[in-house]
C-alpha cells in the first residue's frame, strides 16, 4: 500500500520499498522450502558472537534505514522556502 501511495519523485523511498519486499519474499521462501529461515552470516569477536542474520534480513533493514532516511531529507526539502 505504502510503495503503491508513494510519489515517483521519492526514488530512495521506492528503493527501500523494494529492498524490504525482496527480504521479506527471500525469508518466505526460506520459510516455505526449508521450514525456517537459514542464518548464515556470523559477526564474530574474540570476546563476543553476535547478529546472526541473512541477506533478506540485511535487504529488509536497509530498506527501512533508506526509507527513513529519505522521508528525512525530503522533509527537509519541503520546508526549504522556494525561490519563486
Known sequence: YLAARTPPSHVLTRI????????????????????????YILFHTPVWSFAIFNL??????????????????GWRREAKPSSD
Open 56 to 73: 533478506a534480513d540485511a535487504f529488509i533493514a536497509v530498506g527501512a534505514v533508506v526509507v527513513v532516511f529519505d522521508e528525512l531529507i
Open 16 to 39: 527501500g520499498f523494494a529492498l524490504i519486499v525482496g527480504g521479506a519474499l527471500g525469508n518466505l521462501f526460506d520459510r516455505a522450502t526449508y521450514g525456517h529461515v537459514i542464518d
